[in-house]
C-alpha cells in the first residue's frame, strides 16, 4: 500500500530565506508524485508532479522538488520565500502501478512566513 | 483557466438528514472524484467516476452515499441519512485522460459540511 509522511506540520521562514518542506513516500512500484497547496478557504492547486521522467521538476511560482529513489524522498524547495507562499502544503502520491487513480495525501506542511 | 466549482461553500444540517453536494467539473474532463476531509486529519479518498458508473471507492464510501451525473455537467455526491462524523470538508475533483495514469486532478475549493 502507498503512503506519504510530510515530517513536519508547520515550518516558519523569514521573507527572503529558502523553504523546505519535507516528504517521504512508501510505494510498490513506481510512483506519481505530487505537491499541492491549500490557500484559506481555497481549493486545492497543483503546484508540482513527478511522473518518472526527469527527477527535478519545477512547478510554479518558483517551487521545485527532486525525486530521489534512494531516499524514498520528494522534498519541495524555493529558493526565497514570500510572505503569498504562507499556505498549507500537501504530499501525494499515486501508484500507477495498482491501476488506481485515488490520490493517497500527506497530512499536510503549514508553511508561515515571517516579515 | 477552467476551475472545478463546488456549490454550496458550506452547508450546516441536522443529524440524519440528507444532504446532496453538487460539484462541475472542467468540462472536457471523463473522470470525476470526491474526497473528504475530516478537521485536523489527512485528505482522503472517497470515489471515483467514470463512464456513468463508480470505477473505485474507498471502505469509507458506504451505503449511505452515493454519486450521480444527473446532467452534462454537474456531478453530485449525496449522504442519505448525515452522522456527527459526516463533518468535514468535502472536495470535488475531475481529471482527463491520457492513458497512463498520470493525469493531473484538478480540485474544486470544497464544500465545508457541518453535522448537527
Known amino acids: 500500500a502507498q503512503s506519504v509522511t510530510q515530517l513536519d506540520s508547520h515550518v516558519s521562514v523569514s521573507e527572503g530565506t529558502p523553504v523546505l518542506l519535507r516528504c517521504n513516500y512508501s510505494s510498490s512500484y513506481s510512483p506519481s508524485l505530487f505537491w499541492y497547496v491549500q490557500h484559506p478557504n481555497k481549493g486545492l492547486q497543483l503546484l508540482l508532479k513527478y511522473t518518472s521522467a526527469a527527477t527535478l521538476v519545477k512547478g510554479i511560482n518558483g517551487f521545485e522538488a527532486e525525486f530521489k529513489k534512494s531516499e524514498t524522498s520528494f522534498h519541495l524547495t524555493k529558493p526565497s520565500a514570500h510572505m503569498s507562499d504562507a499556505a498549507e502544503y500537501f504530499c501525494v502520491v499515486s501508484d500507477v502501478s495498482t491501476g488506481r487513480r485515488a490520490l493517497t495525501f500527506g497530512s499536510g506542511t503549514r508553511l508561515q512566513v515571517q516579515p | 483557466e477552467p476551475e472545478v466549482t463546488q456549490t454550496p461553500s458550506h452547508q450546516v444540517t441536522q443529524m440524519g438528514q440528507e444532504v446532496i453536494l453538487r460539484c462541475v467539473p472542467i468540462?472536457?474532463?471523463?473522470?470525476f472524484y470526491w474526497y473528504r476531509q475530516i478537521l485536523g486529519q489527512k485528505v482522503e479518498f472517497l470515489v471515483s467516476?467514470?463512464?456513468?458508473?463508480?470505477?473505485?471507492k474507498s471502505e469509507i464510501f458506504d451505503d449511505q452515499f452515493s454519486v450521480e451525473r444527473p446532467d452534462g455537467s454537474n456531478f453530485t455526491l449525496k449522504i442519505r441519512s448525515t452522522k456527527l462524523e459526516d463533518s468535514a470538508m468535502y472536495f470535488c475533483?475531475?481529471?482527463?485522460?491520457?492513458?497512463?495514469?498520470?493525469?493531473?486532478?484538478?480540485f474544486g475549493p470544497g464544500t465545508r459540511l457541518l453535522v448537527l
Open positions: 467516476f467514470y463512464n456513468n458508473e463508480i470505477s473505485e
Open positions: 475533483a475531475s481529471s482527463d485522460i491520457t492513458g497512463s495514469f498520470q493525469e493531473t486532478q484538478y
Open positions: 468540462s472536457n474532463h471523463l473522470y
